[in-house]
Structure formats: structure tokens, C-alpha cells
């Protein structure tokens, strides 16, 4: 079955401490998207990469990092200088062929 | 800026009626119009696209219009089904072959009724 997978669903973290979310694919795509979700807010990218070790920045990168060695991973470091980190993180990957995102199941952080 | 609105945060709709989820944009550039439904919990999921060179697409029973001199799109389901009940998402993409250009709406949550 192919798909995005992303861990860990739910994730608690104290303010101040790095913390890295999970994505891995394995649909063969070559672009991998990061995005944040707020309540009543659309869904805001922060990172993307259309192949391996490529990456840029999108609308809300400031205070995060990611990384791109391998094809099928896509993790995101939020970082203790992202002001408001809790939130719902969704990783996707793209199909070229129609257009269209696939994403994880997200994961929610929360940091106190 | 939000240059995608969806101005209706929810709907409610009765099982086996219509329901229409409206959404608008404000940037001419865009070209190409999806539709995502996101269960909770979960990550959203493709439902239908337009591009914009046609005016409308039908897959099943969602049909989704497009009228590009009111920068108004809508997605029709009919009929709607208790399945249904989601938050949907439009999005707008400016012709660059990438997600890359995405935005998003602020989603419309709809609950069919039974």
C-alpha cells in the first residue's frame, strides 16, 4: 500500500527543546511539501523539496529546519526559536501527473 | 493577504440534498483549482480539480464550477451522503507544475444530516 506516513500522530514537547517530525513516502514522488495547520486557518506551507538534497523555504520556514537525503524521508525540525509551535503538521508528497497532494495523517505537536 | 477565502466556515445539510461549498480568490494568476476533504485527524485528501481554462468538472457526484470573471469557485455534491461530513479545502495554484504555488483556504466544515 502506498503512502505518506508520518509519526509520532501526537507529540509533547517542553518549550525550548528541538523536536523532529517523521515523514516518510513510498509513492516514487519526487516533491515532498511541509505544512503548518491553525485552527481557522488555511494550511500554510513551511518547507518543500522537489528532489534530494534540495530544499526551500515557504511562506512560515523561520524557526524550522528540514532535510532531504533520501527520497523517501522528508523529516522537519521545529526549533526552539519557531515563536508558536503548537500546531497540526501535515507532510505531503505530490503527483506530477495530476496535480494533486498526498498527504500524512499529521501529526500534532504541542509544546508547553 | 488571504487570497483564497472559503467564507463559510460551516454548512449543514440534509442527507440526500445538495451542497454547495463556495470559495473565492482574489489573484487573476491562479490557473488550476483543487478541492481537498479532511477527516479529523487525519490529512486531507484529493477530491476533484479544474483547470482554468474549463468551466466546470464533474467526477461522480461532485461537480465542481468555475467562474473566472467573478474569481468564484464552488464544489456541488449531490447527493450528499453522511460520508460527506468533512472539512473541505479549496486551493489555488498558479501555473508553475508544482504544489509549490498551493494556497489554501481556510476550510468549510460540512455536516450532512441525517
Known amino acids: 500500500d502506498g503512502g505518506i506516513t508520518q509519526s509520532p500522530k501526537y507529540l509533547f514537547r517542553k518549550e525550548g527543546q528541538n523536536v523532529t517530525l517523521s515523514c516518510e513516502q513510498n509513492?516514487?514522488?519526487?516533491?515532498m511539501y511541509w505544512y503548518r495547520q491553525d485552527p481557522g486557518q488555511g494550511l500554510r506551507l513551511i518547507y518543500y523539496s522537489q528532489i534530494v538534497n534540495d530544499f526551500q523555504k515557504g511562506d512560515i520556514a523561520e524557526g524550522y529546519s528540514v532535510s532531504r537525503e533520501k527520497k523517501e524521508s522528508f523529516p522537519l525540525t521545529v526549533t526552539s526559536a519557531q515563536k508558536n509551535p503548537t500546531a497540526f503538521y501535515l507532510c505531503?508528497?505530490?503527483?506530477?501527473?495530476?496535480?494533486?497532494?498526498?498527504f500524512g495523517n499529521g501529526t500534532r505537536l504541542t509544546v508547553t | 493577504d488571504q487570497q483564497v477565502k472559503q467564507n463559510s466556515p460551516s454548512l449543514s445539510v440534509q442527507e440526500g440534498r445538495i451542497s454547495i461549498l463556495n470559495c473565492d480568490y482574489t489573484?487573476?494568476?491562479?490557473?488550476?483549482f483543487l478541492w481537498y476533504k479532511k477527516y479529523p485527524a487525519e490529512g486531507p485528501t484529493f477530491l476533484i480539480s479544474i483547470s482554468s481554462i474549463k468551466d466546470k468538472n464533474e467526477d461522480g457526484r461532485f461537480t465542481v464550477f468555475l467562474n473566472k470573471s467573478a474569481k468564484h469557485l464552488s464544489l456541488h455534491i449531490v447527493p450528499s451522503q453522511p460520508g460527506d461530513s468533512a472539512v473541505y479545502f479549496c486551493a489555488a495554484s498558479l501555473n508553475t507544475g508544482t504544489a509549490s504555488k498551493l494556497t489554501f483556504g481556510t476550510g468549510t466544515r460540512l455536516q450532512v444530516t441525517l
Open positions: 489573484n487573476s494568476m491562479f490557473d488550476y
Open positions: 509513492l516514487n514522488h519526487d516533491a
Open positions: 505531503a508528497s505530490e503527483d506530477l501527473v495530476y496535480g494533486a497532494l498526498h
